[in-house]
């Protein structure tokens, strides 16, 4: 099925910083490249999504960036906040389009004062 | 209120004891999935289900049974636990899936743990 790598685990930076996720993934036929974010004691939420028709998309301090020959795709995170200390998820479809999301291990995004 | 309700939020139960975790969604959507997440291991997929009385299994489903009789609930059952299944429990759900991928919708979790 379909593999998606994520890295880092881990990610410490101080706040004001810029912060980049990325993440590889293996069917070229994927379309659809969503990033979840997972608070403490919450479920994981969308904060953003990309298609396979665009090469980047931006909802204010939030981006990702698609690279479709390469099958990578980064969330960028400008002008970080403590707010933004959480556990961020990528995914992409299974392969053989009917069972969902595929998600990476995440990466846990630590903002220091 | 658009959202996805599990129960119960936590569980501490023994081995063999048969149990159910609910799952409920307001938003009339055809998909919905179980999800265990494991330090180090992310979200893997249990069961799945495309629509009512239509369910499949996901990359982990050992150990666990679902139903999907009407469209809003999806519980998951495990007929007799072990302490292996002792994890981080997530609900999900979405208008349409595969190709076609939209926003999923998670529930609040439910920490289970088997002693």
């Known amino acids: 099925g379909e593999n998606v790598e994520q890295h880092p685990s881990t990610l410490s930076v101080q706040e004001g910083d810029s912060a980049v996720i990325k993440c590889t993934y293996s069917?070229?036929?994927?379309?659809?490249f969503p990033w979840y974010k997972q608070e403490l004691g919450k479920g994981p939420q969308l904060i953003i999504d990309?298609?396979?028709?665009?090469g980047e998309k931006k909802d204010q301090r939030i981006a990702v960036t698609l690279n479709k020959t390469a099958k990578h795709f980064s969330l960028h995170i400008t002008e970080t906040q403590p707010e933004d200390s959480a556990v961020y998820f990528c995914?992409?479809?299974?392969?053989?389009?009917?069972?969902?999301?595929?998600f990476g291990k995440g990466t846990h995004l630590i903002i220091q004062p | 209120e658009a959202q996805v309700t599990q129960n119960p939020r936590y569980l501490i139960t023994v081995t063999g004891k048969k149990l159910t975790v609910t799952c409920s969604q307001n938003?009339?959507?055809?998909?919905m999935s179980w999800y265990r997440q494991d330090p180090g291991l992310g979200l893997r997929q249990i069961y799945y289900?495309?629509?009512?009385?239509?369910?499949d299994k996901g990359d982990v489903p050992e150990g666990y049974k679902v139903s999907r009789k009407e469209k809003r609930n999806f519980p998951l059952i495990l007929e007799s636990p072990s302490p292996n299944q002792t994890s981080l429990y997530f609900c999900?759900?979405?208008?349409?899936?595969?190709?076609?991928?939209?926003?999923?919708?998670f529930g609040q979790g439910t920490r289970l743990t088997v002693v």
């Open positions: 999900a759900s979405s208008l349409s899936f595969g190709r076609r991928n939209t926003e999923a919708f």
């Open positions: 069917d070229s036929a994927s379309n659809y």
């Open positions: 990309i298609r396979s028709n665009v």
């Open positions: 995914a992409a479809p299974a392969e053989g389009g009917a069972d969902g999301l595929t």
């Open positions: 938003m009339n959507h055809e998909y």
């Open positions: 289900s495309m629509n009512v009385e239509v369910t």
